[in-house]
Structures are given as structure tokens and as C-alpha cells.
């Protein structure tokens, strides 16, 4: 989100964006199923996403079948400056980022890194999103399993082959803690549907990961 935001508990001011933001021209990239994925696992798994502002990651996934929990956060950076306030200045190494805990049984790693590159934000844009624009808003996958790491590898090398985008895929795997945002910005988009940036950005994002893809969309 613009960093405007910041100001009263990120409830603020960005009212001038509303009327510059994707509208209805947001839609998914059709992109190829992955040929290799994570076994399934009895037991719920995790994936760390970082895309640009965690409010709308974090709502395309809460609507992804399969997915138990999405957290907002900051990952990559250390505990002691992951808040809102010093992520802001764009010098303590984090991305914002979201945790997704899942059901391996109903949906894939591989799956939602699918949805991740085909909606959930533009993974050839450099250190931005949209109109957010800082490192803290970088396009980068935090593996939670050396398994994880192999199956994102290769995906990123099929999108690359297949020349799925206009652009250089930017997407970076790195290491890093994650650690959970602000309470005021968990479930930001279902808690603030008219707030001017989930209207400009958020809500086509997550129209057109429900029509990008019907049988996910919960």
C-alpha cells in the first residue's frame, strides 16, 4: 500500500488513488501447470509469498480452496525492526509478505505458486508493485523446505522457457524469518471493503482470481 497509510493505524488518506488504480483491466495470466510439485503430506504445510502490499495477497489466498490460514507480514529482514514503521523506510531488508498455511490433500505448493504468478501480482516488476515502489515491495518466494525450493526453481525455469511473460520473470528465492504485521493489517481487505486502495487495486485482483480460476476459487 502507498505509504500514506501509515498515518492512523494505516486507515488513512489515499483517496486520490482510487481513481488510478487497475479497475477492470486486471485479469490472470494463463500460465502452464507446473511439472513437478511437493508430495502431499498428512499434515497442514506452509509457503511464505512476498508480491507487493501483503492486503491483497493475503486476500487472493484466503479465497484459494485448500488454504486453512494467510497471515500478513514482513519476511527476509530481522525481528528487531519488523513493524510498519521501519519497514517503511525501505532499509531493514524485509518484504512484505504472507504466510500461508494449507492442506497439501487439496491444494498443491506448486498450485499456489501457479496462483501467485498468474494474479496475485506481477512477478516481472523490480521492487515494486502497482504504485508502491520500494525493495520492501519485491517479488521473492521464501521456500520453507529444500523441496520447496526445487519445485519453485523449476517452475520459474518452465514460465521462463515458455516465455509465459513480456518481461523477465524478477521473482527471487531467498531465506528469511517471517514475522506476522500489525493487527490492523490482518484481514485488511474483508474489514475495510471501501478503504480507496482495496477498491483501486485489491478487489479487481481478487475478481479476477475468481475468474481466472473458477475451480480454486472458494
Known amino acids: 500500500m502507498i ?36 508430495p502431499a503430506t498428512a499434515t497442514p504445510q506452509t509457503a511464505v509469498l512476498a508480491g507487493g502490499c501483503f492486503w491483497g495477497m493475503e ?46 490433500a487439496r491444494v498443491s505448493y506448486a ?20 504504485p508502491d515502489s520500494g525493495p520492501s515491495y519485491r517479488s521473492a518466494i521464501f521456500p520453507q523446505t529444500p523441496q520447496q525450493a526445487s519445485v519453485a526453481r523449476a517452475y520459474v525455469a518452465q514460465l521462463t522457457a515458455a516465455r509465459s511473460f513480456p518481461r523477465p520473470i524478477a521473482t527471487r528465492l531467498e531465506q528469511g524469518r517471517f514475522y506476522p504485521a500489525e493487527a490492523y493489517h490482518q484481514d485488511f481487505f474483508d474489514r475495510n471493503p471501501g478503504h480507496p486502495y482495496i477498491v483501486a487495486w485489491d478487489k479487481p485482483k481478487v475478481a479476477a482470481f475468481r475468474a481466472g480460476f473458477p475451480t480454486l476459487a472458494r
Not at 487472493?60 to 519488523?82: I, L
Not at 514503521?85 to 518484504?95: I, L, Y
Open 59 to 104: 486476500a487472493v489466498f484466503q479465497r484459494v480452496k485448500g488454504v486453512r490460514s494467510v497471515t500478513a507480514g514482513y519476511a527476509g529482514g530481522s525481528a528487531a525492526t519488523a513493524n510498519y514503521p521501519a519497514v517503511s523506510s525501505e532499509r531493514t531488508g524485509h518484504a512484505e509478505a504472507i504466510r500461508i498455511t494449507y492442506d497439501p
Open 3 to 38: 505509504r500514506a497509510v501509515a498515518a492512523a493505524a494505516g486507515l488513512t488518506g489515499i483517496a486520490a488513488m482510487a481513481t488510478t488504480g487497475p479497475a477492470d483491466a486486471e485479469r490472470a495470466v494463463s500460465l502452464p501447470v507446473a511439472r513437478v510439485d511437493v
Open 111 to 130: 498450485t499456489l505458486l501457479r496462483v501467485y504468478f498468474a494474479i496475485a501480482h506481477d512477478p516481472t516488476q523490480v521492487d515494486r508493485q502497482g
